[in-house]
């Protein structure tokens, strides 16, 4: 294995890159939309926050939709949308938008969950010292679940990890796609079990600093 790694250091570290890039982007692009869109969701389907359950089920239902679709079939119908804003369907830039998309709507989802575990107690205590509905999110319920959020991306992540493996359809490229075009297709079994060890291990280390962080932010709570 470590003969095969260092023989085709320039081409799997080439797809490396390719699936950094496409996971970099849409996490930065998730990050941005997924808490307050997850948080207005949230702040919609409570009484003393945002009510408004007509504008919560289309919210839900876009973000329910999205996760639903099979996510390769998901790909070709994005590629309208990627042509028309990028001016082309092929390529590394072509694959922001539906991971991006996909990433929303499973991170969203978490956040609102988290929300939703907040224990009551802590609501009161803000609604009694006449916080603000901005405040009562930003400065009491935010607070109580930020380790939530920081494990719940963890596991977005591993997620978004699994879908970058199929941008190949597009010509996006990454480890998964050289995995299928040099190790599967060229009867290269070696190569395709090296690539899923490189998985295995990036997996490891991303939860590992997931962890990690989640942790250290506890003790700074408690501190």
């Known amino acids: 294995m470590i003969n095969l790694l260092i023989e085709n250091k320039e081409g799997i570290w080439q797809a490396f890159v390719e699936t950094n890039i496409m996971m970099g982007l849409s996490i930065f692009i998730s990050i941005i939309v997924s808490i307050p869109l997850g948080s207005l969701l949230f702040a919609l389907s409570q009484d003393y926050l945002l009510k408004n359950r007509t504008l919560y089920q289309i919210l839900s239902i876009g973000l329910n939709i999205i996760r639903s679709i099979p996510f390769l079939l998901f790909i070709f119908i994005m ?20 991971l991006s998309l996909v990433t929303i709507s499973i991170y969203a989802r ?18 009694s010292m006449g916080a603000s509905k901005y405040q009562i999110i930003r400065y009491f319920l935010l607070p109580s679940i930020l380790n939530d959020l920081i494990l719940s991306f963890t596991s977005t992540i591993i997620s978004l990890l699994s879908y970058s493996t199929v941008m190949g359809v597009i010509g996006a490229g990454g480890l ?4 299928f075009r040099e190790g599967y297709q060229q009867y290269n079994y070696q190569m395709m079990y090296l690539i899923i060890i490189i998985f295995v ?3 490891f280390i991303i939860q590992s600093i997931g962890y990690f962080i989640a942790k250290k932010v506890n003790k700074y709570k408690e501190s």
């Open 79 to 98: 590629i309208p949308v990627n042509r028309a804003i990028w001016g082309t369907s092929f390529g590394v830039i072509s694959s922001i938008i539906p």
């Open 110 to 127: 978490f956040v609102e969950q988290a929300y939703l575990s907040v224990d009551a107690n802590i609501v009161d205590r803000a609604i």
């Open 176 to 179: 998964g796609d050289y995995a």
């Open 201 to 203: 291990l990036y997996v």
